[in-house]
C-alpha cells in the first residue's frame, strides 16, 4: 500500500473515531439526524459499509455483487430507510459492532489490492471509483455527518 493511501487510511479512522465519540455523548433517543435515533445512524452506516464490503469482495475475489431494490441508489432517502428497518430489530450496541466489522473487513481488503491497481476505477453502486477517491470520500462522509450532528445539537437562538 502506497504512502500516501495509509496516511488516508489513518485520517478514515480518525474521523470514524471522532465521529463516534461525537454520536457516543448523545442520548440514545434523541434524534441525531432528522427522524433517526443513534441506533437508526448506525443502521444507516452498516448498511453503506454492507454494500462497500460486497464491492471490493466481488473487485478482489469476483464473487458476485448481491441484488437490492436500491442497488441503483437513485433513490438514497429510500436506501437509507431500508438500511434502517433491515437492522430493526437489532441493539445500538450490534448495530455499531456490524459498523465496525464491515469498516475492519474494507480496511483489510484495501490492504490485499496491489499498489498498481489503487488508481483502477471499480464499480460501485452509486459509480465508477477509485480505491483512493472511495477513502477521500468516506473521510468526507464521516466528517459531513460530525458537523451535521453537531449542528443540529445546538440550540436554536
Not at 16 to 30: K, M, N, S, T
Request: aromatic letters at 10%.
Amino acid at each position: 500500500m502506497t504512502q500516501d493511501l495509509t496516511a488516508l487510511i489513518a485520517e478514515m479512522d480518525q474521523a470514524r473515531a471522532e465521529l463516534w465519540q461525537i454520536v457516543a455523548a448523545l442520548d440514545p433517543e434523541i434524534d441525531v439526524c432528522p427522524g433517526w435515533n443513534k441506533r437508526d445512524f448506525f443502521a444507516h452506516i452498516a448498511g453503506w459499509e454492507a454494500i462497500v464490503y460486497e464491492v471490493f469482495l466481488y473487485n478482489t475475489t469476483g464473487t458476485p455483487l448481491k441484488t437490492y431494490p436500491y442497488n441503483n441508489l437513485d433513490d438514497l432517502d429510500a436506501a437509507n430507510a431500508a438500511f434502517v428497518a433491515e437492522r430493526q430489530s437489532g441493539t445500538e450496541d450490534n448495530i455499531k459492532l456490524e459498523c465496525e466489522i464491515n469498516r475492519y473487513a474494507i480496511k483489510r481488503m484495501i490492504n490485499d489490492i496491489l499498489a498498481g491497481d489503487l488508481d483502477k476505477p471499480m464499480a460501485f453502486p452509486w459509480g465508477q471509483m477509485t480505491v483512493t477517491k472511495f477513502v477521500q470520500d468516506a473521510i468526507k462522509h464521516e466528517r459531513d455527518h460530525a458537523a451535521d450532528i453537531l449542528k443540529l445539537q445546538q440550540p436554536l437562538t
